[in-house]
């Protein structure tokens, strides 16, 4: 997947895209293709009794925005962090939700899950493809 990274570090400064139709274009290619990925609701500011209540229900800021629960190529699972496809300042890098995200990336990826960011639907595509091609890990006997 490194190489696919590499692709994508050269991004515009700006994006006519919102990150949520990146992300909706994204999962209408993966169902066109026969693959379902499941969307962590996440997305979105919540304040008072209603931020209260989604956190009681196991909301937790930075999880990835999607994920393919079919293990491949020895790991449990893809976990994809949706972005624009743009370059990021330091300032938007430096702010709690992206450390949260950052953060649950590398607990995903400490768990043998395949946890990255996608950067535009068609990176999102690509990953995705790419981790498909993989072999199924194999389920041990229970």
């Given at each position: 997947m490194e190489e696919t990274r590499?692709?994508?570090?050269?991004r515009p400064t700006k994006d006519p895209m919102s990150e949520t139709k990146h992300q909706i274009t994204l999962v209408k290619a993966s169902n066109l293709i026969g693959v379902e990925l499941i969307a962590n609701m996440n997305g979105g500011a919540r304040v008072g009794k209603s931020a209260s209540i989604a956190k009681f229900m196991g909301l937790r800021s930075g999880v990835p925005d999607l994920m393919h629960l079919e293990g491949r190529?020895?790991?449990?699972?893809?976990?994809l962090e949706m972005k624009q496809n743009r370059n990021y300042t330091a300032s938007e890098r430096n702010t709690k939700t992206?450390?949260?995200?950052?953060?649950?990336?590398?607990?995903l990826t400490?768990?043998?899950?395949?946890?990255?960011?996608?950067?535009?639907?068609?990176?999102?595509?690509?990953?995705?493809?790419?981790?498909?091609?993989?072999?199924?890990?194999?389920?041990?006997?229970?």
């Open positions: 590499l692709v994508y570090q050269n190529g020895g790991f449990f699972g893809l976990f992206w450390f949260n995200q950052e953060e649950w990336l590398h607990k400490q768990k043998n899950y395949y946890a990255t960011r996608a950067f535009g639907w068609e990176h999102g595509l690509s990953i995705l493809r790419e981790y498909l091609a993989w072999p199924i890990t194999p389920i041990l006997q229970r």
